[in-house]
């Protein structure tokens, strides 16, 4: 709503007198002029829910298709204001997609100022133009080009084209459907200060008119919000396309005029009379009532006062207090009743805040004086403080204690205490793991890699609460997992045991079928014997089984290894041609390159591994030969 002035209570506008008031424009010269507001309000994200109302002094020197304001929220939610073929007005409103649109019937004077109204009222979907503060009528206006998202922008399009050949003044948008008193009433003032729903208010004073300004690039936003705006391509040097002196009609300054449309909310006991703001008195009231009240303002224009009147109903409400056996108690209208030992109903009649009746029901029970025998439970040696706070330590044997109190009621009591005791616990248990396993504590204390014996003390509360200790002593399984080598044989130290042997170079898998004590390799590589005992698995460490020299195979054909020591290659030739594979390890087992041969030689890349010794087997049906390598 519009900021408006009240009176002495009454709900009328003032009038001030100002004189002509006009200041500077801005002209633009229709070819590339615009001003560039780098933001759009939220309101135009939201213009199906959100009314608007846009004002402009415009002063068309052509009449062409041409942009007086544009704010584009995105490519569906956006409104501009046009200029038409005819020196008319197109409105458009584009709301999540669809468009709303007028184009006015009537045109406007070329080369004469015409102040121009825009309304937007969402919940009709309406979009309407007024000419110096006059509803036009209009048809149909179709739809509208778009521009780029996220500007506000006077003078053309948002990105560029269709520029507005003419000049501009007093420009302003309000976040709401102004009335048509509202706009008749200021279309010839120029608004000062922060006002409500004013969301953009650009006056135009700025430069020298017709000046060298050259520096004054910023049309300021006087609402107060930080809409301002940057003109873009202005020359700001002659009597075009630069500030300029404004002969549009602002004959004023200052806050806006207009009606008043207010709500007041009174209320009366039930049975009373209210006068609302236009005399009219309505009596006997006893429900709530509503009375719309018109008057009219200086302006002519006129002021609503929606009025509710609610009905105040007399206080009927119960209240329950208690007292002491033979004490008294005041009710609320100050009667005071003594030596109370029974129930009492009182009935007390008063005002209210409103000044209607207020009844009140007041209870008045007896509470008595206790005399209480209780038994309480502690932990053997525990402190304790009884009722009236008398306290005792290191409880070793029952006991019983007598405490004078006031009851909750405030009532005399006396409370007599036996004190009775609960045991406490102390335990002492073993358990077993396996070497490195790990043991979660009667407390929940979890330890993992235990390699050694170790005790903990848990402490526990029993189901009475008291402390019961928990001594655990946790003993090691120990698996042997010691393996000797003879030549391609390994042989487990542990007897009696459940044996399974690993291929170290596969991930540590079980190899099938061994599962003996002893385990004969029949190719190179490295192995490992996992142990099991009295529950517990070990694995021993890994050994390497490798086989040096090189044997003369496949029809007594030598195979040679060169150069060796090698630098990036390697390569394997045969006096015959061979099939089969050749497989490259590290003196561990671990496989690095396999390559087949099929032919009488092989380059090997050894460029990818590290400097080092290798070990480049040759596998065929016929055999295979084992040479070291050494790579530099």
Known sequence: MMKRLLLAGLLFCTMPVYSQFSGNALDFDGANDMVVVPSVPALFGTLGSSDFTVEAWVYP????????????FATNNFATVSTGGTANIYFYVIVNGTTYSVATSANMPLNQWTHVTARWTASTLTPQVFYNGVLQTGINGGTSSTGTSGLTVLGSRPGGAQYFPGSMDEVRLWSEARTQCEISNNYMHSITGVQPNLVMNYDFNQGVPAGNNTGVITLPDNSGNGYNGTLSNFTLTAATSNWIASTATVTTQGNPLGGIMTTQTASVCSGG???FPDGTTQTNITSTATHTSTLTTVTGCDSIINSTVNVLQSTTFAETNAVCSGNSYTFPDGNTTTNITSQVVYVSTLMNVAGCDSVITTTVNVNPVYAVNDTAWICYGMDYTFPDGTSFVAITAPMSHTSALSSINTCDSVVTTYLDLHPVYAVMDTAWICFGGTYTFHDGSTLTGITSPTSHLSQLATLNGCDSIFDTHVGIIS????????NETLTASASGAIYQWLDCNNSMAPIAGETNSTFTATVNGSYALAVTENGCTDTSSCFVILSTGVAQVFDNSAISFYPNPAQDFITVSCNNEITGTI??????????ITEAINGSSVQLNLAELARGTYLVTVQTEQGRVVEKVIRN
């Open 583 to 592: 497989i490259v390890t590290t003196l561990t087992g671990q496989v690095v």
């Open 273 to 275: 009379s209210f006068t």
């Open 479 to 486: 698996v042997d997992t010691a393996v000797t080598m003879l």
């Open 61 to 72: 020197r052509t009449a062409v298709f041409s942009r007086i304001f544009y704010a584009q």
